[in-house]
């Protein structure tokens, strides 16, 4: 079956950085597209970032935009988010998603697989 793992989430500092990962397993990863989403308490969970299945192609977040990059490594089957110049209001469980059909999407429900989610807390 289809998994999607995530790791690297944790308490740091405002202004500082993280790098989560996802590895994805029991699905053509190659052929997947690839996307990030965060939950903040007591909110909905909203679009981060997404990228194609080349990896040649992404779209973020305004909020995100310029501090946040999304890769993907193909040969590893893992895909990365790179969160600098982080802000408490980043604090958020964030979740990995994959897409079979053609086309990034930052909708919800166009993604087919989620993974468990990791926490990241930005302490002011």
């Known amino acids: 079956q289809v998994q999607l793992v995530e790791s690297g989430g944790g308490l740091v500092q405002a202004g500082g950085s993280l790098r989560l990962s996802c590895a994805a397993s029991g699905l053509t990863f190659s052929r997947s597209h690839m996307a990030w989403f965060r939950r903040a308490p007591g909110k909905e969970r909203e679009f981060v970032a997404a990228i194609s299945r080349s990896g040649g192609s992404t779209s973020y977040a305004d909020s995100v935009k310029g501090r946040f990059t999304i890769s993907r490594d193909n040969g590893k089957n893992t895909v990365y988010l790179q969160m600098n110049s982080l802000k408490p209001e980043d604090t958020a469980v964030y979740y990995c998603?994959?897409?079979?059909?053609?086309?990034?999407?930052?909708?919800?429900?166009?993604?087919?697989?989620w993974g468990q989610g990791t926490q990241v807390t930005v302490s002011s």
């Open positions: 998603a994959a897409r079979r059909s053609s086309g990034s999407s930052p909708y919800e429900y166009d993604y087919d697989y």
